[in-house]
């Protein structure tokens, strides 16, 4: 109960900031989607660092090194520090740069001018939204797991299905209330400062997490030797974690190329657009990699302990324990009731920094891409424009809550899909940016072809049900193993050079405006 209560705070807290920032709001559509162009470098960081450290990064990477190793920090942190402030260099600038000049709210608006067709606007908008469906169900399914698993046992009789804890339906359900709350009221600026607290929190608390498990674990003097007395445990049970031997050099070479997604990811682009300046990218590109090796680093950790962790010479997650729990089982179980609440509540924090983000960016799409652009905008009073943006986030959160009271799936595999589709996307906003040679036929082979892999690549995984599911290709008289996103990625490459090589080239007056220095 104490766990629950100190859950209780932190979300009324969280909702009080969000109404504050409320107060705040200008009464524009442009201030509620992208706070004016406002936002300094530490709210840039921290809100860039927060929707992009989502669930899958905490409870899904936990998970991901149970079952697998610790080669999980390999796979994925490893490169996205660097890669993630590459894009924000590279990509994030240019957009902010165009988006602050032509008056872009999101990436469809971009591409439908850049490539100067409506058509292209209304190929994107089904595919980035339904992209994000599952990067949403990421958040929405782990912040289930993880107050279900801090309570187990509080409510023995009223919820003994999920062995005493808060079932996963109903967790869930108050904590997209909570983030529904004051993304409704606050609209960006309000999701910015919300991020800015549940990043610091998160990161302080997931410190204190990563000692209490160790020490918890370790049971000696010193937090360096009881890191080793785990890791000895890990030794000794289950050596198979501590390698990544049984991944495939070229296999795992594949894992690199998922960080490409931020690239694409709708709601980091909404998040560029609202730098003060191109200046205000500076903080974010520098401290980002450290950042992520800071959260990634102890979420592989205490995975990899968990194979082999005892209390009272019982195993602390069992081996067949339920896809996601395995962070909050540790938690509560090696911490006491206040500091498991708060380890809990730090938990919730780096799920609710992403869910806030996405859920607002898929209403400013609907909103800009759909009723304003296809209805006459000049028809709508700046308090409507608003209204519908509110209205689509309250439709876009029943939907996810909806969709995540079914089969869960595994946190990591899902988040893996998710990006997947966005890396394969990636060529394409390249190529809008430095290629002057990209023509709408190319973007739209582009397009179709990643749908079309991704779809059956997808289907053939079980709809995610095979975690573990790898494309085999017959090469040298062996099967080589690689993850999807690099067929996926390679056809989406060479459609679109293709293409766009064989059609007319794009006219002058649209590379005067996206090329004026090569046109000077």
């Not at 149970?66 to 390999?74: A, H």
């Not at 102890?298 to 997650?317: E, F, R």
């Amino acid at each position: 109960m104490t766990q629950l209560a100190i859950i209780g705070v932190y979300l009324a807290l969280l909702l009080g900031l969000g109404l504050f920032s409320s107060r705040l709001f200008r009464g524009t559509g442009e201030d509620y989607m992208l706070a004016s162009h406002s936002i300094g470098p530490f709210l840039l960081l921290m809100s860039l660092f927060g929707t992009t450290m989502t669930a899958f990064a905490l409870v899904g990477s936990t998970g991901e090194a149970f079952r697998e190793g610790i080669g999980v920090y390999g796979l994925m942190a490893s490169s996205s520090g660097i890669v993630h402030s590459l894009c924000f260099l590279l990509i994030g600038v240019k957009i902010w740069s165009f988006g602050y000049k032509h008056g872009y709210t999101t990436q469809i608006q971009f591409f439908r001018d850049r490539l100067g067709s409506n058509g292209i606007g209304l190929l994107l908008f089904p595919i980035i939204v339904g992209l994000v469906i599952p990067y949403l169900l990421i958040g929405v399914i782990a912040s289930g797991a993880v107050i279900n698993g801090a309570t187990i046992g509080t409510f023995p009789e009223t919820f003994a299905a999920t062995r005493g804890g808060v079932p996963h339906w109903l967790a869930a359900l108050v904590i997209c209330s909570v983030v529904l709350i004051y993304v409704f009221f606050g609209g960006m600026r309000g999701t910015a400062w919300a991020n800015t607290f549940q990043t610091s929190v998160f990161m302080i608390l997931g410190v204190v997490t990563f000692v209490v498990i160790a020490n918890g674990i370790g049971g000696q003097d010193g937090l360096w030797a009881n890191m080793q007395a785990a890791t000895a445990k890990v030794a000794q049970a289950h050596p198979d974690r501590l390698t990544r031997s049984e991944m495939s050099k070229f296999m795992f070479t594949t894992y690199l190329l998922i960080p490409l997604s931020v690239g694409m990811f709708p709601h980091v682009f909404q998040h560029w657009l609202t730098a003060r300046s191109a200046q205000t990218f500076k903080l974010p590109v520098i401290v980002h990699p450290l950042f992520i090796m800071l959260v990634w680093a102890p979420c592989v950790m205490v995975g990899v302990w968990a194979t082999s962790a005892t209390l009272n010479g019982q195993l602390i997650v069992p081996p067949d324990v339920r896809p996601n729990t395995e962070l909050p089982l540790m938690v509560a179980k090696l911490a006491g009731p206040v500091l498991g609440g708060l380890l809990s509540a730090g938990i919730l924090a780096a799920i609710m920094s992403s869910l806030d983000s996405q859920f607002l960016c898929i209403g400013s799409i609907f909103t800009n891409d759909i009723v304003l652009h296809y209805w006459d905008k000049k028809r709508f009073s700046e308090k409507q424009i608003v209204m519908w943006a509110r209205l689509f986030v309250v439709a876009i959160v029943a939907v996810t809550y909806g969709l995540s009271l079914f089969e869960p799936r595994s946190v990591f595999a899902m988040g893996i899909w998710c990006f997947s589709g966005y890396t394969g996307l990636f060529p394409l906003v390249f190529a809008a940016l430095y290629w002057k040679r990209l023509t709408v036929a190319g973007a739209y082979a582009c397009v179709l072809t990643v749908a079309g892999m991704w779809l059956w690549l997808f289907a053939e995984s079980g709809f995610g049900a095979n975690a573990n599911y790898t494309f085999q290709l017959p090469a040298f008289g062996q099967q080589l193993e690689m993850m999807p996103v690099l067929p996926i990625t390679v056809a989406s490459v060479v459609a679109l050079v293709a293409v766009s090589l064989v059609t007319s080239p794009p006219p002058d007056e649209t590379l005067r405006r996206f090329f004026p220095e090569s046109q000077s």
